[in-house]
């Protein structure tokens, strides 16, 4: 059975930092690019990073120069280190296997004084 868990989520003050992972099953890891989305209330979700398997990297235009995404292959996770972190970033944040299809269940991120 394919999972995705995601974890590291919560309720962090304007410019603080919150570290996302993903832990992934190991028989889908290393076939997959991986990604983080998000989605807020009312919106739509997006995509905020994706990464290859061979760690390319590309960003969601709001979140460049704050966010970044890593993947530990030994560990079959994926991680999303968020800094700078703004009110407007307070979302629902997945990961997804990407092509794949498989998505996680989600992690609540608030950022709020």
């Known amino acids: 059975q394919v999972q995705l868990v995601e974890s590291g989520g919560g309720l962090v003050q304007p410019g603080g930092s919150l570290r996302l992972s993903c832990a992934v099953s190991?028989?889908?890891?290393?076939?997959?690019?991986m990604g983080w989305y998000r989605q807020a209330p009312g919106k739509e979700r997006e995509l905020v990073a994706r990464?290859?398997?061979?760690?390319?990297?590309n960003y969601g235009d709001s979140v460049k120069g704050r966010f970044t995404i890593s993947r530990d292959n030994a560990k079959s996770t994926v991680y999303l280190q968020m800094n700078s972190l703004r009110p407007e970033d307070s979302a629902v944040y997945y990961c997804?296997?990407?092509?794949?299809?498989?998505w996680g269940q989600g992690t609540q991120v608030t950022v709020s004084s």
């Open positions: 990464i290859t398997t061979g760690g390319s990297t």
């Open positions: 190991r028989s889908i890891f290393g076939l997959t690019a």
């Open positions: 997804k296997a990407e092509f794949l299809g498989y």
